[in-house]
């Protein structure tokens, strides 16, 4: 028999009572949460076709969209946007799960994460707005992304060509970055279609994230060697020096930035960036905005303007 209750776990509720008691909401907690993780692991395992642990692409496809129906909150969903929405679910399970992109994810990493427990939050009929805007998987995030991606496709072929990307967020990613994620990312006949777009709206708003720094990394590391160096940073940064001088403004000197850079991130080389380097010093997002983004350096270069302002709006 599983010891479900042990003095470890009686230790993890214990908070602070003079009478070494515990909370009767904190053990019921415990217990319903406890229950909750076992049926979804046999509901998870019942897709699980190899037997292995594992759940593959179309596995946990077939499991999102048999659990439509459960969700209140999908109610309004047209059929036709269905398949889509698996696949805008699925893709954030993927992408954070499985950075290697081996193609299948551990049922126990899927149990871990909180995924789980936003896509199943969506039973709440009552469920807040803001609590739905802040959802992936609520039927007002996946129509967000999937009309931003149509809006994007001006051609209505079903993809996105460079030229087309380039006017994803504000217009403002470089010329050079778009063209390293069609180098580095999975496309078809030069076009990119709704899965690879997912993975890169992903990265672009969860840019804190290890997943996405390794993401951004892969397209940032142009001579394949495992880190950036300065030729790196500056192949980068002349971009953001170009968007610049079309916008009429005077170019900052990319020495300047260059060391800017190398202080924030303080790799372990002098000369070189690895990943682990961009993912420890907490201020990954803000080197990769900084190179493929005008308004992401323009946000770091007015950083102390804007606190400012923000403080002077808080007082009010």
Known sequence: ??????????????????????????????????????????????????????????????????????????????????????????????????????????????????????????????LPKDAQQSNWFSAPSALRVYGQYLNLDKDHNGMLSKEELSRYGTGTLTSVFIERVFQECLTYDGEMDYKTYLDFVLALENRKEPQSLQYFFRILDIIGRGYLNVFSLNYFFRAIQDLMTQHGQEPVSFEDVKDEIFDMVKPEDPLKITLQDLINCGQGDTVVSVLIDLNGFWTYENREVLVAEMNEEAEV
Request: aromatic share 16%; charged share 25%.
């Open 1 to 126: 028999m599983i010891p479900y209750f042990t003095a470890t776990v009686f230790g993890k509720l214990l908070q602070n009572d003079p009478y070494g008691r515990i909370s009767i909401m904190h053990f019921f907690n415990y217990v319903m949460r406890k229950v909750w993780l076992h049926q979804t692991r046999i509901g998870l395992s019942l897709y699980d076709v190899a037997g292995q642990g594992y759940l593959e692409e179309p596995d946990l496809e077939n499991y999102i969209l048999e659990l439509i129906p459960t969700l209140s909150q999908l109610d309004g969903l047209e059929k036709s946007f269905h398949s889509f929405y698996v696949c805008t679910a699925v893709r954030k399970f993927f992408f954070f799960l499985d950075p290697m992109r081996t193609g299948k994810i551990k049922i126990q990493d899927i149990l871990a994460c909180s995924f789980l427990d936003d896509l199943l939050e969506l039973r709440d009929e009552e």
